[in-house]
C-alpha cells in the first residue's frame, strides 16, 4: 500500500520560510513525478510545484505567484520530497499536500488526477 506522509507544516510570520517534506513508502520513488498542491480555505486545491521522476529530464514546474520563491527537489535515496518555500506572503496561507504519479504531466496540472495523496500539512503565514 502507497503512503505519503508530508510534514514541516506551522506557523510562521511573513518573509519567513518553512520547509516541507513528503516522505513517500510502498512504491519505486524514483520512479514516479511528484507535486505540490495546496488549498486555502474556501478555495480549490491548486497544484503549486511538481517535478519529474529520476529517469526523466529533471524538470520542474511552479506556477506564477511562487516562482523564485519556492524550490522543489527530491531525494530518492530517502524516499522524500522536499518545498523549500521561502518569503512567504499570508495568501501561502493553506493546507500543502503532495501527490505522486507516473506522469509529470498529471501532478502539474490543475486536475486532481495523480495516483496517490498525503494527508496535508498546515502553512499558516501571519501578516
Known amino acids: 500500500e502507497v503512503h505519503l506522509v508530508e510534514s514541516g507544516g506551522g506557523l510562521v510570520q511573513a518573509g519567513g520560510s518553512l520547509r516541507l517534506s513528503c516522505v513517500a513508502s510502498?512504491?519505486?520513488?524514483?520512479?514516479?513525478?511528484i507535486g505540490w498542491y495546496r488549498q486555502a480555505p474556501g478555495k480549490p486545491r491548486e497544484a503549486v510545484s511538481a517535478?519529474?521522476?529520476?529517469?526523466?529530464?529533471?524538470?520542474?514546474y511552479y506556477i506564477g505567484d511562487v516562482q523564485g520563491r519556492y524550490t522543489i527537489s527530491r531525494d530518492d535515496a530517502k524516499n522524500t520530497a522536499y518545498l523549500q518555500m521561502n518569503n512567504l506572503k499570508p495568501e501561502d496561507t493553506a493546507v500543502y499536500y503532495c501527490?505522486?504519479?507516473?506522469?509529470?504531466?498529471?501532478?502539474?496540472?490543475?486536475?486532481?488526477?495523480?495516483?496517490?495523496w498525503g494527508q496535508g500539512t498546515q502553512v499558516t503565514v501571519s501578516s
Open positions: 501527490a505522486a504519479d507516473y506522469s509529470f504531466e498529471v501532478v502539474k496540472a490543475p486536475r486532481l488526477l495523480a495516483d496517490h
Open positions: 510502498g512504491l519505486i520513488f524514483d520512479e514516479f513525478a
Open positions: 517535478i519529474s521522476s529520476s529517469d526523466g529530464d529533471g524538470s520542474t
